[in-house]
């Protein structure tokens, strides 16, 4: 950046340089610095990035793609929205590099933390189900008694973390076994010895060490001094769950610690839960649980209303019909009447009896309606989506979110506001992924220099991200006192693109840009950078049109001016020719007077001859 400013503040100097005497004195090509700081800044964003980063930011590509962290990261998102609770785990083995593993949140222990970010644990674990076969290649010192023994105990202790159905479902050739790591501190021990030339000489010594602890020795040990530090240390352990058995215990390998403070160190795994309160997580899932089984109570009591449910029925007057004579002889029976009913809906009936007395049953056919279950219906229908709605209260999720009822008469904006808001109810689980996606990157660019110099995958590291991002990484490992800052940047969503994209088409329509300037602009991935260049590149278009007027106006000037030479010169040319003209049509007419004269004097002296 100071090289490009030194460039910007001595451009017309270096060009009047390269003029005069063809020396550069640009350290960059002058025909890309920038114009302003603006611009400049904008510049460092966008266009520049140092060997280092480059390098880093391709390694963790490489690391996350060879891991399938994009499957591992829609796992997690899972995990935030079900569980409240995301967990990552990177390891590094010199056998397979840099592993990144999903961990299912309901394997894990830890020790009590209010931080929703887990930074104050000093151990946790995690529970796996191994095969023996895949115990034995874990830890080849296992004798057929030990396997044996974790076999069986394995197999009584299934009910201990897994359910009774994947408990029915299991043999004896899988193990529950309970990785962990323990976080606690160990005293870094020097021993300072003067030597005779007076010099001082420090020499590693273990926790024990102490130059006072013999008084006899006092005078001798004077020259003695010590020197020690606390620095926390890592300890990586396997438990088979069921026994006291210990397969693993010892101070963890390639521990991952920030090259800006060595006393550190960082666990393998990587916990968020961004809705934990006094150690109790909290998720949007368990925040609906009571409504959805309330909801699914009403579903079934819809079940139930509906089988009890029966159609509409016709009660039908025997009596009524028995005196009802159609005048054919015949009389009118049930069958008959019913299907007169159910045909065309008509119904014959006889106000009076034959003996004129009033009919009681002149209607022999009624329906009957049983209208009770569908006021039931009504009711669970309404109470279903009352619980419908609570979740969306509790939650956030609006329809505008959903898309489940969207009006017609709503106004755009104001779906647009109510999305924004269930968004927002929502953010926290973005953050809390985010979160972890960013750690994890962390954590690989700490473990990167594990594998240039350890990990025989090394090779195949190196030729997927190029012998030069190597080199260049080689280069980082002196770096001690710098950490790397890891930022993700979020892609646009639909909206901010079709914005940016009416931005870029007004500005096209107006010719205040160039297609080549839009085609710029829509590779940015950040919009606000995106726009920051737009306003550039809208600036430096009109700079440019205004050049290119004041050119074309020199231009016409100079075009106008030359034709007026031209004119004028035609002219004095016009005139040169008719003086020339004029001047040889007087001079034949004086060479044809002499001639005429000097014949007409000949003619006289002839005549003045004849008459002498």
Known sequence: MDSILRDMETKDLTMFAEEAFGIRLTENDPAQLPETEEELSLHMQLNYKQEVELAEEQAI??????????????????DLTVLGIGCVKNTFTETEGIKIDYVDPANLVWSYTEDPFFDDLYYIGEVKLIPLNELKKQFPNMTQEDMEEASGAGFQSRGLFRSQTEANNLDKNTVQVLYFNYKTYMNEVYKVKETSTGASKIIIKDDTFNPQMNPADAEFEARFGKISRSLEVLYEGALIVGTNKLLKWELAKNMMRPKSDYTKVKMNYSLVAPRMYKGRIESLVSRVTTFADMIQLTHLKLQQVMSRMVPDGVYLDADGLAEIDLGNGTNY????????????????????????DMNPGKVPIQEIQSGSGGQKLASLIQTYNYYLQMIRDVTGLNEARDASTPDKQSLVGIQKLAAANSNTATRHILQAGLYLTSETAAGISLRVSDVLEYSPTRDAFIQKIGNHNVATLDEMGDLHLYDFGIFIELAPD??????????????????????????????????KLANQLLKIRRKKKLEQDQKMQQENIQQQAQANAQAQQVAAQAEVQKNQAMVNTNLQLEQGKAALEKERMMQEAQVKKEIMNHEF
């Open 333 to 356: 029976n049930p069958q008959e009447a019913l299907n007169m009913f159910f045909q065309t809906g008509s119904v014959i009936g006889r106000s009076y009896t034959q003996e004129g």
């Open 61 to 78: 590509n490489v690391i996350l793609e060879g891991n399938n962290y994009e499957n591992i990261r829609k796992r997690v998102y899972y």
């Open 494 to 527: 639909e909206e901010e693109k079709q914005m940016l994209e009416n931005n870029i088409q007004t500005a096209l329509s107006a010719s205040l840009i160039d297609l080549s300037d839009a085609i710029d602009i829509r590779e940015v991935r950040s919009v």
